[in-house]
């Protein structure tokens, strides 16, 4: 069970540990801080948290490694990636393993805590969601199940970016990699995968 106020932060700057916590404790959340990726795998596995933001370049195990620990893309909170270098190869391989999003360096604290609190709730309603019951669903990432929400209900790669706050790139990583995990060759397969279950 998640602790719906709890949000773990996992940086080696301590500025922005700092800074992110000043935020999120004005915002009513309870805050833990890492400074590298041993320390929270130890707790991350013991507790979880409403939500992770993690770095991805830290010395020692990476935020891609601490992703694939984790095995992030079962993990029951969204874990948000954060870098200063907005690298897309870089993006595409924290989403593939599990992350829920990536969120550039510099950003602003509204920004990041509208992401945040949005990102919570829908991992909450996603697991509520009625896309859990068709065959494949368990290979699906929590995002991955929101953006096949949203392209079956026929929006754009445009629509679900907006609806979802991300980037229409990100939307189009997404969107291949369910197709790559359903076998489907196109949106109405998507459809029909969904619909059979």
Do not use: W
């Not at 992350?99 to 992401?115: C, G, M, Q, S």
């Not at 949005?118 to 929101?146: V, W």
């Not at 949203?150 to 291949?176: D, F, P, Y």
């Amino acid at each position: 069970m998640n602790d719906a106020k709890s949000i773990y932060i996992v940086d080696d700057d301590p500025a922005i540990r700092d800074a992110l916590s000043v935020v999120f404790s004005l915002e009513g959340f309870e805050v833990e801080t890492f400074k590298d990726g041993d320390a929270f795998v130890d707790t991350a596995q013991l507790k979880k948290p409403a939500c992770v933001l993690l770095d991805v370049h830290m010395p020692g195990r990476s935020g891609i490694d601490v992703l694939k620990e984790l095995n992030a893309v079962k993990y029951p909170a969204p874990i948000f990636m954060i870098s200063g270098q907005g690298d897309i190869p870089l993006a595409v391989e924290a989403i593939r393993n599990g992350a829920y999003d990536f969120i550039e360096k510099p950003f602003t604290a509204e920004r990041v805590i509208e992401r945040i609190t949005d990102g919570i709730s829908a991992m909450s309603q996603n697991s509520k969601d009625e896309l859990r019951n068709f065959a494949g669903a368990d290979l699906l990432t929590n995002r991955e199940r929101e953006v096949l929400k949203e392209i079956t209900s026929g929006a754009s790669n445009k629509e679900v970016a907006e609806t979802l706050g991300i980037s229409s790139r990100t939307v189009e990583v997404h969107r291949a990699r369910i197709m790559e995990k359903l076998g489907a060759r196109n949106a109405a397969d998507l459809v029909r995968i969904v619909l059979a279950g």
